[in-house]
């Protein structure tokens, strides 16, 4: 079965093409290599020991997507990652975000019906969720605003596909990621940075490497377990899987069940502190980690984790790496980052 992943050269893309070719799909990717390495596809080969089809396409550029899908017309699912996905990036420059993510969202969905390709995944984020009140996060808990244009864009592609699922023969699934990190256990693929990381676990390792100085640990004196701020990681190739179950359940339920967009959250279902990964870290390398405790930063929410029970019962995804294997893997591609001078 081929399917077309959209932003395969990325970081969830490269692992999710490794996992399929793994499992015997067929991949075409489209990836316009404005986020990632030009070296990224031959990595994936490498890895997986197997080939597949990559263009430098932009998905905005409607003309040329017919061009691959003329060329490849037994493609019988997307898988589409392809957006920017930086929350502090998308406040200075929104309409560069709402550009590039919703066009491509449009063209991608459109092509889907063009083609009559029958299943649809999309990557969308707990960040449609905005600042929720009630824990764990589920499918249906009431949503707040999204806090950025990246979550804007995130909630507008779900709206889109939405209200086009009534119309249209592909059936349509949106996994909504909480914090993926971590990389492929062999060190030759992970998340290349684009520019400072704003989350946690890169700012860990990139600190234990000495791109930086020490890092800050904001607010011990929450009501969590050790006072630190708890949020919900799941490792990358945990995230990678749960796209095949996906496409395999869609493959399932084609036939009498389309028409509505379906979404799973997926998330750990707990819960890992600030504290909890640093001391994660300094278990898995090894090392004393240089932070300090700070106050609290304001807008800081308390605590958000996923309820996964969906994704577990109808998908039957587990989260089957733990916080050790996120803090191991990472630290293995940060030195192999180090080594071929990608760090950025
Ligand atoms: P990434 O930046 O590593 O990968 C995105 C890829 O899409 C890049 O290779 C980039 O070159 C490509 N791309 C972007 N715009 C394109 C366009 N117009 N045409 C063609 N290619 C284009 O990001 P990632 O971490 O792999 O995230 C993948 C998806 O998952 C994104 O949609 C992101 O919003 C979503 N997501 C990511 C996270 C996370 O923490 N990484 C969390 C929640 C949701």
């Given at each position: 079965m081929k399917?077309?992943?959209?932003?395969g050269c990325?970081?969830?893309?490269?692992?999710t093409?490794?996992?399929?070719?793994?499992?015997?799909y067929?991949v075409v990717c489209?990836?316009n290599?404005?986020r990632?390495?030009?070296?990224?596809?031959d990595?994936?080969?490498?890895v997986?020991?197997k080939d597949?089809?990559q263009f430098?396409?932009?998905?905005?550029?409607?003309?040329?997507?017919r061009?691959?899908l003329?060329d490849?017309?037994?493609?019988q699912?997307?898988i589409?990652f392809?957006?920017?996905?930086?929350?502090?990036e998308?406040?200075?420059i929104?309409?560069i975000?709402y550009?590039n993510n919703?066009?491509?969202n449009i063209?991608i969905l459109r092509?889907?019906?063009?083609?009559q390709?029958?299943?649809?995944?999309?990557?969308?984020?707990c960040?449609?969720?905005?600042?929720v009140?009630?824990l764990?996060?589920?499918?249906?808990t009431?949503?707040?605003?999204p806090?950025s244009?990246?979550?804007?864009?995130?909630?507008?592609?779900?709206?889109?596909?939405?209200?086009h699922?009534p119309n249209?023969?592909t059936?349509?699934?949106?996994?909504?990621?909480?914090n993926?990190v971590g990389?492929?256990?062999g060190?030759?693929i992970?998340?290349i940075?684009?520019?400072?990381?704003?989350n946690?676990?890169p700012?860990?390792t990139?600190?234990a490497?000495?791109?930086?100085?020490a890092?800050?640990v904001?607010?011990?004196?929450y009501p969590t377990?050790d006072g630190?701020c708890?949020?919900?990681?799941?490792?990358v190739?945990?995230?990678?899987e749960?796209?095949?179950?996906?496409?395999?359940?869609?493959?399932?339920?084609?036939?009498t069940?389309?028409?509505t967009m379906?979404v799973?959250?997926?998330?750990?279902g707990?819960?890992?502190?600030v504290?909890?990964?640093?001391?994660a870290?300094?278990?898995?390398?090894?090392m004393?980690l240089?932070y300090?405790?700070?106050?609290?930063?304001e807008?800081?929410?308390?605590?958000i984790?996923?309820d996964?029970?969906?994704?577990?019962?109808v998908?039957g995804?587990?989260?089957s790496?733990?916080i050790?294997?996120m803090?191991?893997?990472?630290w293995?591609?940060?030195?192999q980052?180090q080594?071929e001078?990608?760090?950025?």
């Amino acid at each position: 079965m081929k399917i077309l992943v959209t932003g395969g050269c990325g970081y969830i893309g490269a692992h999710t093409i490794i996992d399929l070719l793994d499992k015997g799909y067929e991949v075409v990717c489209i990836d316009n290599l404005s986020r990632s390495k030009s070296f990224v596809p031959d990595r994936i080969r490498e890895v997986a020991g197997k080939d597949f089809t990559q263009f430098r396409i932009d998905l905005r550029d409607l003309p040329k997507l017919r061009t691959v899908l003329h060329d490849h017309q037994d493609i019988q699912g997307i898988i589409h990652f392809a957006a920017f996905k930086s929350v502090s990036e998308s406040t200075r420059i929104p309409l560069i975000y709402y550009d590039n993510n919703l066009n491509a969202n449009i063209n991608i969905l459109r092509i889907a019906d063009e083609y009559q390709i029958k299943h649809f995944i999309l990557s969308s984020s707990c960040s449609v969720y905005g600042n929720v009140q009630e824990l764990p996060v589920k499918e249906d808990t009431p949503m707040s605003m999204p806090e950025s244009p990246y979550g804007w864009t995130k909630l507008l592609s779900e709206e889109m596909i939405r209200a086009h699922a009534p119309n249209t023969e592909t059936k349509c699934i949106a996994l909504r990621y909480f914090n993926p990190v971590g990389a492929h256990p062999g060190g030759m693929i992970g998340e290349i940075p684009f520019s400072t990381p704003e989350n946690l676990v890169p700012n860990i390792t990139r600190t234990a490497i000495g791109l930086q100085d020490a890092i800050t640990v904001h607010g011990t004196d929450y009501p969590t377990r050790d006072g630190s701020c708890v949020r919900d990681y799941v490792h990358v190739m945990d995230i990678a899987e749960a796209h095949r179950l996906a496409l395999e359940y869609s493959m399932r339920k084609v036939d009498t069940d389309t028409r509505t967009m379906e979404v799973f959250n997926l998330g750990s279902g707990t819960g890992i502190s600030v504290l909890e990964l640093i001391h994660a870290f300094e278990r898995v390398s090894d090392m004393r980690l240089s932070y300090t405790l700070g106050p609290r930063r304001e807008g800081d929410v308390v605590a958000i984790y996923a309820d996964n029970t969906k994704a577990k019962e109808v998908l039957g995804w587990e989260c089957s790496r733990n916080i050790d294997d996120m803090m191991s893997t990472a630290w293995k591609w940060e030195q192999q980052m180090q080594k071929e001078g990608l760090s950025g």
